[in-house]
Nanobody, 123 residues
Framework: QVQMVESGGGSVQAGGSLRLSCVAS????????LGWFRQAPGQGRLRVAS???????NYADSVKGRFTISQDNAKNTLFLQMSSLKPDDTATYYC?????????????????WGQGTQVTVSS
């Protein structure tokens, strides 16, 4: 079982910034994908940013240009730098780490969601 521990959330005003952190319970030496997801009340979990083995990054259109995903592999830590925050960014944020193979990132394989970290953006 992989444990993901998210932190760094909080309450900010629109236009503000936050940096989220995620520490995984173990290292992976094979190619893998790391991602940030968010879930607002009454909505499904949405992938907002991902990074493949410290290389290629992808962002949801709603956060592109405002969020930056990065990692410190030595510390097995994933980050999400969020700027120009909007009220629509209000959600619980989760991180995930899954294998990457010829079929791509195996997001559907992830089951070990943590408690997440709450981000609240006021207008």
């Amino acid at each position: 079982q992989v444990q993901m521990v998210e932190s760094g959330g909080g309450s900010v005003q629109a236009g503000g910034s936050l940096r989220l952190s995620c520490v995984a319970s173990a290292y992976f030496y094979s190619k893998h994908c790391l991602g940030w997801f968010r879930q607002a009340p009454g909505q499904g979990r949405l992938r907002v940013a991902s990074i493949i083995s410290g290389g290629s990054t992808n962002y949801a259109d709603s956060v592109k240009g405002r969020f930056t995903i990065s990692q410190d592999n030595a510390k097995n830590t994933l980050f999400l730098q969020m700027s120009s925050l909007k009220p629509d960014d209000t959600a619980t944020y989760y991180c995930a780490r899954v294998p990457y193979d010829s079929l791509g990132c195996r997001w559907s394989a992830f089951r070990d969601w943590g408690q997440g970290t709450q981000v609240t953006v006021s207008s």
